[in-house]
């Protein structure tokens, strides 16, 4: 059964038939095409185009269709799109009245609002993921705290940093995914129906009915913009790729560390794989997919936002095209996301090698030429002196800062004295970072007690 034909003295080829078919994946659709149907049903009898008997009727054969598409029984096949095939199985359950249901509707606005519900449904479950993982990295953070690892500018090595601070600064990433996915959800939550194939209809249907029945809090503006509009889509994709690039820096990360030559951080045995020819790999795959997935929700974004850039208003078949890459893009950062928070919540830091590491490389240089500035040094000059203090300890085979003597220092810059080695300690080069945001002990405590207030109230409220 066709939702058209009666204008067609030909049938439709089969190829075509095949090219336009959208119900190979727009069945994913079915549970929020027969919601939406169950309210546009009650509007319609609300405006007595269905009789209190017929609106009875639909609404338990949508019920029974409900029913089995959880069992899996729903007879799809054949159809052109979802939408097709739920009003094919109402006309042939219940005849006359089922075919009423085209009344004051087009699949133009039905396809927007099931699209909308599924990815406000998708929002709250990412959001939901992002919160386990948000809790990993505070659990993480709170039981290093104390552990140094060599910060890095350019991979190289650049001023020690708490690790916790440095796990800090994935809970913020993930903060402003959560948030992101929250604003994209509430910009989500407006109801198409009504706004028939782009014109509004011409029946006085109660769309704040048909929007609360189905499931959302406000309705659209303008109709031509509801048919038409895909901001909501872009919106979602935009939050899952940038969520997916923080979680593929984080996995650029595993994949260094996991490298024995940093060897500061072990995946749990179960959550790496082996090789085909060499026994003695345990490799970072997920890491890894992680990255290469990122790429791929990446391309999401561009294709959906090349496909609408060329389309007039209102409604054009181009616009079929959202949904794999949509459906593909909340599939994979689900995954992706549960298992970031797995893996990480099994994986081992080796707080000996962190320490090691940065040790070497001079990153308390800084503080060399910091505290030349507390004695009275512009800083200018106090750069070029520890500068000049790192040049003499690579000639003498890379010894470290703190092995050289007061007088070869002096002869650099004569105001250092015997307190300078007591600022160059890794500690203290930590400790003295003591300003909000910083990496001292005592401010990212204050920093982990600020994220765990947030992910308990702010959190718990976005993801309600
Ligand atoms: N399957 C279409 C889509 O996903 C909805 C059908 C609209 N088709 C039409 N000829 N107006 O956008």
Redesign the pocket.
Known sequence: MKLWGGRFGKETEDIVHRFTS?LSF?RRLARQDLRVTEAHALALRECGILSPDEYQRVLSALRDMGRELEEGSFPIGGD????SAVERVLVERLGETGAKLRTAR???D??AADLRLYLMEEAAEVMHRLTDLMEVFLDLAEEHLGVIMPGFTHLQPAQPVLLSHHLLAYFEMFKRDLERFAQARSRMDRCPLGSG?LAGVGFPLDRWLLAEESGFGGITANSVDAVSDRDFAADFLYAAALTSVHLSRLAEEIVMWMNPRFGFLRLDEAYTTGSSIMPQKANPDLAELIRGKAGRMVGHLVSLLVMLKGQPLA?N?D??E??EGVFDAAEQLRSMLEITAAAMRTAEFDRERMLEAAAEGYLNATDLADYLVGKGVPFLRAHEAAGKAVRMCLDRGGIPLEELSLEDLRALEPSFEEDVYSCLSLQECVKARDLPGGTSPGRVEEALREARDWLEAEGRRLTR
């Open positions: 959208s727009d052109e799109d979802i939408h087009s699949r133009n039905q396809v194939a409604y078949r616009l079929q959202d949904k």
